[in-house]
RNA sequence: GGCGCGGUAGCUCAGUUGGUUAGAGCGAUCGACUCAUAAUCGAUAGGUCGGGAGUUCAAGUCUCCCCCACGCCA
């Protein structure tokens, strides 16, 4: 039994995230946990929302709430989200914890103890009215080199030149369209990531093993230009993390906070002390702390491409500058966008399926299934209404629940609802057998190296056997000259459906729980040998006829679907 | 403009270090079966592997140029 723990990117604070998100971080990440859990592994899966930064200030300002009302609520909602889609967080913290505050704080005494922050005077433009500093992107004027009167701070989305926001000709505030501006001194920290090159570039060079888009930027942000940048990791705002220096205070810098990207991944660390804090963990140290049992811990993140640069460079410079034991991570599977009908999913325009949406309209098993069977591993995916609804269709309603479907009112009408008497197995059923361990030892491979479109085919490919051996000896033929074998092979039929049960759990487990519920099955420890898992259920054990597992998706629901995300809002 | 990931059957995608007639699922067509959610099983059709040039006994797989899509950055 090996040790592993797992994280998923932290959502951010600020709304219900779409499928797209899902897929490319929360949703695999749930998938390897419950794997590594059914195989008998020790997991501790965490993830935890995102919760500062200026989004987040904005959003509850919209709101009329205050910031921290505001973030407690959205957490409650996404925590539901995420259980409604059966995400298995062993934990589900938040980045505003007071444990993430002292360790943010503490790493940050630390690294300036190993000389690794500097403090740096810059000019940032002010606003008056809305009493605080604006980052670029929220600043808008009129572009000095073309005229486009929706220049941003940082760049002319016309012209495309990269401007600075002082260069801007009547430059506002978008947040409240104020003009009362003024450029003024502020002093803020940079984490030293220069100094760290090199440590970062030889870890990153050991990691063969990794995803190539996952190594390919790294080492892009690595050696671009002048090479790794020191990074700011304070801001002058009110919501976040106050600076400090350990305990103490930093003289200089009251009344700033760390930025949101320092704390964040933090997060990861502070999360496992808040699983132990809420009582449902005994020893956080001996997951973080190499020097206190972590060392056989084998730990792997699951985030978007978009997250990649922070976790191969940014968090691994906070931990390899403490020069502290702290456990790095081992493996980064990283995804690609999924895209939605031919473009990308927009909060902002509504277009679209977002979490919450996606469960009032069908159960989670439905989206587990169909996007980590098409998670966008090797490059961006595409979802669309009508693969949908076909592929869902077809695996779900047509192999899987099907088959279970038949087996079980077979077996119903011609025996009873218990496993028949029958003979010992024979030829047609070793060929079968043979067939589920070699699909079983892929199925157990690709997980193993979190190849998931892979896994859902092989997982597929075991359902697939069982409808080719019930079509190939034919039961419902069989029962007329000889019933005791046709019972034989309905035994088999109905061990199967248990074998299913607890083979795709990791994928869809309401529906794996259902059957197993119908095949009322007690043991459901993942098989070690298929001879042995399709005589678990021996003759006379009692099972019920369960309901529809997966119900079509029909053509109507289909359009109106389609239609009603396709984007409408502005 | 620079960089990155891609461009393989109607659709969604696999194709290890270059090596026999390029694969899967869906869809289509035909057939079998009738236990089942008009389900299942089998068979067949369908691709000049974005375009061009090159290296090689041999290239979807390597090199160069070009085109297209998406993304990131300045």
Not at 4 to 10: G, M, N, V
Not at 303 to 331: C, R
Request: hydrophobic share 40%; proline share 5%.
């Amino acid at each position: 039994m090996a040790r592993h723990l797992i994280t998923s990117a932290i959502p951010y604070i600020n709304g219900i995230k779409h499928l797209g998100n899902l897929v490319g971080s929360q949703l695999p990440a749930d998938l390897y946990a419950r794997y590594l859990r059914g195989r008998g592994h020790e997991v501790l899966f965490l993830c935890a929302t995102d919760e500062h930064g200026t989004p987040a200030e904005l959003a509850a300002a919209k709101a009329g709430k205050p910031v921290a009302d505001y973030c407690a609520e959205m957490h409650d909602v996404q925590a539901e989200i995420a259980a409604g889609f059966r995400l298995s967080f062993d934990y589900f913290g938040r980045s505003s914890s007071p444990q993430n505050h002292a360790l943010t704080q503490a790493f940050a005494g630390r690294l300036a103890d190993m000389g690794l922050i500097r403090e740096v005077v810059e000019e940032q433009v002010y606003s008056n009215a809305d009493g605080r500093f604006l980052p670029d992107r929220y600043i808008e004027g009129t572009c000095p080199n073309c005229g486009f009167e929706s220049a941003r701070g940082d760049q002319c989305d016309n012209c495309t030149k990269q401007l600075d926001p002082t260069d801007l000709i009547d430059a506002r505030s978008t947040i409240s369209g104020s003009t009362d501006l003024e450029v003024r001194e502020t002093k803020h920290l940079y984490l030293r990531q220069s100094a760290l090159k090199d440590d970062i570039a030889a870890w990153i060079g050991s990691k063969t093993d990794w995803p190539i888009l996952t190594t390919s930027i790294a080492k892009k942000w690595l050696n671009d230009g002048d090479g790794l940048q020191d990074r700011g990791i304070t801001r002058d705002l009110d919501w976040g993390i106050p600076v400090k220096k350990g305990t103490e205070d930093w003289p200089g810098m009251e009344g700033k906070v760390f930025y949101v990207w320092f704390d964040a991944p933090i997060e990861y660390i502070a999360c496992a002390q808040e699983w132990v804090d809420a009582g449902k963990g005994a020893d956080w140290e001996r997951w973080w702390r190499t020097d206190k049992g972590a060392d056989d811990v084998t730990y792997t993140q699951f985030m978007g491409k978009d997250n990649v640069p922070f976790h191969t460079l940014s968090f691994p410079a906070t931990i390899l500058g403490s020069q502290e034991p702290w456990k790095l991570v081992d493996y980064i599977k990283s995804f690609n966008y999924l895209n939605y009908d031919g473009g990308q999913f927009s909060t902002s325009r509504g277009r679209g399926v977002f979490m919450d949406q996606a469960l009032e309209i069908l159960p989670a098993d439905y989206w587990r299934w169909w996007l980590l069977s098409h998670a966008p591993e090797s490059s961006d995916a595409e979802f669309t209404w009508e693969n949908f609804q076909t592929d869902v269709n077809k695996d779900l309603a047509d192999v899987l629940g099907n088959f279970v479907s038949r087996i079980t009112k077979f077996c119903r009408s011609k025996f009873s609802e218990a496993v028949p008497e029958g003979p010992d197995y024979g030829p047609a059923e070793a060929e079968l057998i043979a067939n589920l361990s070699a699909k079983l030892a892929d199925y157990e491979g690709h997980m193993d190296t979190m190849e998931v479109r892979k896994s859902a085919a092989d997982l597929r490919a075991m359902w697939v056997l069982g409808n080719e051996y019930l079509q190939s000896v034919a039961p419902w033929t069989t029962f007329k000259t000889d019933p005791a074998k046709a019972a034989m092979q309905v035994r088999m039929g109905l061990n199967l459906c248990r074998l299913y049960g607890v083979l795709s759990a990791p994928f869809i487990p309401d529906a794996s729980a259902d059957i197993l519920a119908a095949m009322n099955a007690s043991d459901v420890t993942w098989p070690d040998d298929i001879t042995e898992a399709v005589s678990a259920l021996q003759a006379g054990h009692a099972f019920t006829v369960p309901e529809i597992t997966f119900r079509k998706i029909t053509d109507d629901e289909r359009a109106d679907w389609a239609k009603r995300f396709a984007g409408i809002r502005d």
